[in-house]
Nanobody, 119 residues
């Protein structure tokens, strides 16, 4: 089992910044991908950003140029730096990790952290 602990959400004004963190612990040998999804009220959960063990990243078009995802493999932690936040970024942000296929390919989810962008 893998446990995920998220932190860093909150209320911020439009144009502001927040940094989300997600630390993985437990049976993390073989951890492959780490990332963030978000779900706004009345909408489906969507991928925001993802980073794999080799360092390659992919980000949703809506956040490119504003969000940056990074990973500290020594700490098994993934970060999401969010700049120039917009009201439409308001959502619950969920950390997501996936094990390598060789280790079962299972995915795990964090409990979610609220990000609210409002003046």
């Amino acid at each position: 089992q893998v446990q995920l602990v998220e932190s860093g959400g909150g209320l911020v004004q439009p144009g502001g910044s927040l940094r989300l963190s997600c630390a993985a612990s437990g049976s993390i040998f073989g951890l492959y991908a780490m990332g963030w999804h978000r779900q706004a009220p009345g909408k489906q959960r969507e991928l925001v950003a993802r980073i794999i063990s080799g360092g390659s990243t992919n980000l949703a078009d809506s956040v490119k140029g504003r969000f940056t995802i990074s990973r500290d493999n020594a700490k098994n932690t993934v970060y999401l730096e969010m700049n120039s936040l917009k009201p439409e970024d308001t959502a619950v942000y969920y950390c997501n990790v996936a094990m390598a296929a060789l280790y079962g390919g299972k995915e795990y989810w964090g409990q979610g952290t609220q990000v609210t962008v409002s003046s």
